[in-house]
């Protein structure tokens, strides 16, 4: 979907004249699902983004004439297929891509709404990577988020000094072996040796070079993960 503000305000589409514009504008519209656009509609788009209103008259007369754009119905345009791919490749820098829609497939959207940015950012790539099949990158998304909650877990309980090593962190296995042991909160019984599975499990998605996680390793180790990942954001 075409970035129209920015576009708009680029020397190519201001060194361009009124009818050119026009063609731009109805190419930028149905890029955003719009069958066709209307003389009046067009209109209504210059001044929405913030230029003149054109002459309709000689606009319509300038799009008749056009090849970059086909007539649909009276008054009613849409781009030619050549335009539309020149348009593409002309205006490729305003294009602004679509997030897509990512499933709750390992973890619930709720689990992390109220954590910071990284935190909710590494919960997405979890599901997202799941969701298209890269089991080896979700392993070791699973991995890492786990590590940065036994951190949050000792920073938000003031115990950070129980997982420094000199000014950097422990390392994971000593980070899970910590958690067990601390006295500034308690995890649930078996979380230890869940955390120890998932170690595994990303370790090989990260580091093995003769496997490749699968989607079943994931999800025999899914429910104990959403209750690991509850565990470590209760405390």
């Not at 656009?37 to 606009?59: A, E």
């Not at 297929?81 to 820098?93: A, I, M, P, R, T």
């Not at 294009?95 to 897509?100: A, C, F, I, Q």
Request: charged letters at 30%.
């Amino acid at each position: 979907m075409p970035d129209l503000e920015n576009l708009v305000a680029s020397e190519v589409f201001q060194g361009l004249n009124k009818v050119q514009q026009a063609e731009v504008i109805i190419w930028a519209k149905t890029m955003q699902g719009i069958s066709c656009v209307t003389i009046s509609d067009l209109s209504s788009s210059f001044v929405d983004i913030g230029l003149h209103r054109p002459n309709t008259t000689r606009l319509r007369d300038g799009l008749r004439k056009s090849r970059n754009v086909l007539t649909v119905k009276r008054d009613a345009y849409a781009p030619s297929k050549v335009f539309e791919q020149d348009c593409l490749k002309k205006f490729s820098g305003f294009l602004t891509r679509k997030k897509p829609e990512i499933e709750e497939a390992i973890l619930p959207d709720d689990f992390l709404a109220e954590e910071p940015k990284l935190l909710q950012s590494l919960g997405r790539q979890v599901n997202a990577t799941y969701q298209f099949e890269c089991y080896d990158s979700t392993s070791v998304m699973m991995r890492r988020l786990m590590e940065a909650l036994i951190i949050r877990a000792f920073n938000k309980n003031g115990a950070r000094a129980e997982i420094l090593d000199g000014k950097e962190y422990l390392p994971l296995e000593k980070l899970i072996d910590a958690s067990d042991k601390t006295t500034s909160f308690k995890l649930s019984r078996g979380v230890r040796k869940a955390m120890l599975r998932i170690k595994l499990l990303g370790d090989k998605g990260a580091h093995s070079p003769t496997y490749s996680v699968r989607k079943q390793d994931v999800d025999e180790l899914s429910t104990d993960y959403r209750a690991t990942i509850a565990d470590l954001l209760s405390t």
